[in-house]
């Protein structure tokens, strides 16, 4: 497995984590819908919207160094059946476990920063260092032409998203696990249809009317209307606003953004990936590998 940490991350933790046959792991770069996945998944492997806890309990970040591993490991280790686990580790740097599922939520990488911008203002106690507390123009320009470093999986960058991206597209061309690909410009615009897919992938036997449950109970705006259940570290009370955390989504292309900025991230697209692998992160669409 590749290591990964950061910050706030050690990946090095999954090679002292057992998991469990039926799992279901959720892994995202930050920014990317993995709280918003997680409710989904949540709900589907509850067969209820009503959670019997917070989804920061049930699902807490594993290989979130500021808690000890100890506590996460209790937390998950108590849990009967199906369990659901968040990361954000790259889908390489994952244990390869049979009948455990990978669902990778990526998003249009512009989005993805301006996300992390405000979710560094909305902290309680945000680094002054932090390089998203600049204004946007710059924090994209960074973005942009950041270098991926193992070491440092928290900073959010398009060559971040591209290393989730290949990770993912290759775990589901080796077929050596069950792996799936979601979008966030996916879930935004078809909610029901990728609610419908994931339970079919985790093989949740979901009736119509509980899916139509899901749907409505995993909007943004419901789960905003909840948000002490759904924030992430909102039991630590990391944010100033848990519901300022649910944002509804930049809309792509629909923002303005200077020129020399858009010419960039095309260039720096073209560079990195496929034209087809570009054009899903970009903007979603028709999965990129069909699993068998």
Same mark, same amino acid.
């Given at each position: 497995m590749e290591l990964y940490s950061g910050k706030r991350t050690d990946s090095s933790r999954w090679s002292q984590? *057992?998991?469990?046959?039926?799992?279901?792991?959720?892994?995202?770069?930050? +920014?990317?819908?993995t709280t918003w996945m997680i409710a989904v998944v949540s709900m589907l492997l509850h067969g209820s919207t009503d959670l019997p806890a917070s989804t /920061?309990?049930?699902s807490p970040w594993l290989d979130y160094s500021p808690t000890p591993f100890d506590e996460i490991r209790t937390a998950y280790g108590s849990q009967k059946g199906r369990r659901l686990i968040k990361t954000h580790t790259p889908v390489d740097g994952l244990p390869m476990v049979d009948g455990t599922h990978v669902i990778s939520v990526l998003r249009n990488p512009l989005d993805a920063m301006r996300s992390m911008r405000r979710h560094v203002s909305n902290m309680t106690n945000p680094p002054n260092d932090d390089p998203f507390l600049a204004k946007e123009d710059a924090v994209i320009a960074r973005g942009l032409d950041l270098p991926f470093d193992p070491t440092h999986v928290d900073d959010v960058s398009l060559e971040l998203l591209v290393r989730h991206l290949r990770a993912a597209i290759?775990?589901?061309?080796?077929?050596?696990?069950?792996?799936?690909?979601?979008?966030?410009?996916?879930? +935004?615009?078809?909610? +029901?249809?990728v609610v419908g897919h994931v339970a079919a992938i985790i093989r949740v036997n979901a009736p119509p009317d509980f899916l139509d449950e899901?749907? *409505?109970? /995993?909007?943004?705006?419901?789960m905003r209307s909840k948000a002490d259940q759904f924030a992430p570290l909102a039991n630590v009370k990391h944010f100033?606003?848990?519901?300022e955390f649910f944002a509804a989504g930049e809309d792509r292309g629909k923002k303005e953004m200077a020129p020399h900025l858009r010419t960039r991230y095309q260039e720096?697209?073209? *560079?990195?990936?496929?034209?087809?692998?570009?054009?899903?992160?970009?903007?979603?669409?028709?999965?990129?590998?069909?699993h068998p």
């Open positions: 984590f *057992e998991l469990r046959s039926g799992d279901v792991i959720v892994s995202t770069p930050p +920014k990317c819908g /920061a309990e049930l290759e775990a589901m061309r080796r077929d050596d696990r069950r792996m799936t690909l979601v979008h966030y410009s996916d879930m +935004k615009r078809d909610l +029901k249809g899901v749907v *409505e109970a /995993a909007s943004i705006s419901s100033s606003s848990s519901e720096r697209l073209a *560079e990195l990936l496929s034209p087809s692998e570009a054009r899903w992160l970009d903007r979603g669409g028709p999965r990129i590998v069909d």
